[in-house]
């Protein structure tokens, strides 16, 4: 069935560093591919997505690229702040909405 | 912020005892959605419903039931909880249609159970 890899699953850097989170996804048919981050005792909020037909996305200190031909997405936060530190979620779903297929999430911590 | 409740919070229940999980939205949203986080993180849809009087079971399979008589409202029930039911439970929704911003999933906080 549709899956979706995320690696690593935890993720320590230094204030100030960059961090890359990458996943992998099964479905060739997949064009919407999001990411959310989940802070502590609340739900995941989306912070940056991105569609097939886009290679690169960027807000502010995070950046989404995507390689549709290896079917893979990359979360990459510069100049990284305590505040960073979170579990994030990549997906990936269609253009029409509906369904995600999450990855295993990403423990991330800035130590300041 | 998402406009998308979840109660309760915090649940400690025995097991045996029939359970509603509440998930209310006000954005109008068609597509409301249920999740089962592991302790792990990883997040297990469960539920889903496109619309009223439509529910669909998700990628995981589950023994809790759903129902979507309003728009709004969206619960999730046990009828006999056990302790493999402990788990964190995520309900969230998103509006109809196609492209931005119709895929983006509003999250609730979300409800922590314990079936002692």
């Known amino acids: 069935g549709e899956n979706v890899e995320q690696h690593p699953s935890t993720l320590s850097v230094q204030e100030g560093d960059s961090a890359v989170i990458k996943c992998t996804y099964s479905?060739?048919?997949?064009?919407?591919f999001p990411w959310y981050k989940q802070e502590l005792g609340k739900g995941p909020q989306l912070i940056i997505d991105?569609?097939?037909?886009?290679g690169e996305k960027k807000d502010q200190r995070i950046a989404v690229t995507l390689n549709k031909t290896a079917k893979h997405f990359s979360l990459h936060i510069t100049e990284t702040q305590p505040e960073d530190s979170a579990v994030y979620f990549c997906a990936a779903g269609y253009n029409q909405g509906g369904k995600l297929i999450f990855g295993q999430g990403t423990e991330l911590s800035v130590k300041p | 912020e998402a406009d998308i409740y979840q109660t309760p919070r915090y649940l400690v229940i025995g097991t045996g005892k029939k359970i509603t999980l509440e998930c209310s939205q006000t954005?109008?949203?068609?597509?409301m959605y249920w999740y089962q986080q592991d302790p792990g993180m990883e997040l297990h849809l469960i539920h889903y419903?496109?619309?009223?009087?439509?529910?669909e079971k998700g990628d995981l399979s589950s023994e809790s039931t759903v129902s979507r008589i309003r728009t709004e409202h969206f619960p999730l029930t046990l009828e006999s909880a056990r302790p493999s039911h402990t788990s964190q439970y995520l309900c969230?929704?998103?509006?109809?249609?196609?492209?931005?911003?119709?895929?983006?999933?509003?999250f609730g906080p979300g409800t922590r159970l314990t079936v002692l």
């Open positions: 969230a929704s998103s509006p109809l249609g196609t492209g931005s911003p119709y895929n983006e999933q509003f």
């Open positions: 479905d060739s048919a997949s064009n919407y």
């Open positions: 991105i569609r097939s037909n886009v």
């Open positions: 419903s496109y619309g009223v009087n439509s529910t």
């Open positions: 954005m109008g949203h068609d597509k």
